[in-house]
T-cell receptor, first 115, second 116 residues
Framework: AQTVTQSQPEMSVQEAETVTLSCTYD???????LFWYKQPPSRQMILVIR??????QNATENRFSVNFQKAAKSFSLKISDSQLGDTAMYFC????????????FGQGTRLTINP | SAVISQKPSRDICQRGTSLTIQCQVD?????MFWYRQQPGQSLTLIAT?????????ESGFVIDKFPISRPNLTFSTLTVSNMSPEDSSIYLC?????????????FGPGTRLTVL
C-alpha cells in the first residue's frame, strides 16, 4: 500500500517570502503521479501542481514549483513570492498510473502567510 | 475546466437519519469519486462511481452505509445512512475530466455534515 507523509503540520511565513513544504511517500510502483492540492478556509480543494513520475523535469506553475526526487521518494512544493491568498491547507497526494484511480493523501500542512 | 457543484453545502442531521448528497458536473465525465474528510483530517476515498456499473468501495466502507448512485455521466449521489456523530465530516466528490487532463481529479466544494 502507498503512504504519503507530510512532516510539517503547520508553517508560517511573511508575505513575499519563499516557503517549501515537504512530502515523502512510499510505494513499490514505478509509474505514478504526484499532486499538490490546496484547500483554503472556504474548503474548495484546488489542484496546485501535478508531476508524472516518469518525467525527470520538475513541474512548475507560475510561483509554484516542485522538487521531485524519485530515488528518495520526495516531492516538495516551493512557493515563491508568497501571497496572503496562499494561506491554506496543502495536501500532497499520490496516485498509481495503472489500476484504480485512487488518490492517497498526506495529512496536510497548514500554511499561513502573514502580512 | 469542469464546474462541479454539490448539494447541500452543509447540513445538520439527527442520529439515525439518512442524508443524500448530490454531485453535479457541467460536462460528461467517466469517473467520479467520493471522499470523506473527518474534522482536522486528510481525505479518504470512500468509493469510485462509474456510470452503468456498481460503485467500487474502499476497505472500511460498505454499500449499506454509503449507497451511491451514478445514473448518467454528469451526476452522482452519495447517501450517508443511519448516521451517527462519527459520520460528521466533509464529503467531497471529485471527477476526472479528460478534456482537461487525464489522471487528474478535480474536486467539488464539499458538503459539511454535522450529526447530533
Amino acid at each position: 500500500a502507498q503512504t504519503v507523509t507530510q512532516s510539517q503540520p503547520e508553517m508560517s511565513v511573511q508575505e513575499a517570502e519563499t516557503v517549501t513544504l515537504s512530502c515523502t511517500y512510499d510505494t513499490s510502483e514505478s509509474n505514478y503521479y504526484l499532486f499538490w492540492y490546496k484547500q483554503p478556509p472556504s474548503r474548495q480543494m484546488i489542484l496546485v501542481i501535478r508531476q508524472e513520475a516518469y518525467k525527470q523535469q520538475n513541474a512548475t506553475e507560475n510561483r509554484f514549483s516542485v522538487n521531485f526526487q524519485k530515488a528518495a521518494k520526495s516531492f516538495s512544493l516551493k512557493i515563491s513570492d508568497s501571497q496572503l491568498g496562499d494561506t491554506a491547507m496543502y495536501f500532497c497526494a499520490f496516485m498509481k498510473q495503472e489500476g484504480a484511480q485512487k488518490l492517497v493523501f498526506g495529512q496536510g500542512t497548514r500554511l499561513t502567510i502573514n502580512p | 475546466s469542469a464546474v462541479i457543484s454539490q448539494k447541500p453545502s452543509r447540513d445538520i442531521c439527527q442520529r439515525g437519519t439518512s442524508l443524500t448528497i448530490q454531485c453535479q458536473v457541467d460536462s460528461q465525465v467517466t469517473m467520479m469519486f467520493w471522499y470523506r474528510q473527518q474534522p482536522g483530517q486528510s481525505l479518504t476515498l470512500i468509493a469510485t462511481a462509474n456510470q452503468g456499473s456498481e460503485a467500487t468501495y474502499e476497505s472500511g466502507f460498505v454499500i449499506d452505509k454509503f449507497p451511491i448512485s451514478r445514473p448518467n455521466l454528469t451526476f452522482s449521489t452519495l447517501t450517508v445512512s443511519n448516521m451517527s456523530p462519527e459520520d460528521s465530516s466533509i464529503y467531497l466528490c471529485s471527477v476526472e475530466d479528460p478534456s482537461i487532463r487525464g489522471d487528474t481529479q478535480y474536486f467539488g466544494p464539499g458538503t459539511r455534515l454535522t450529526v447530533l
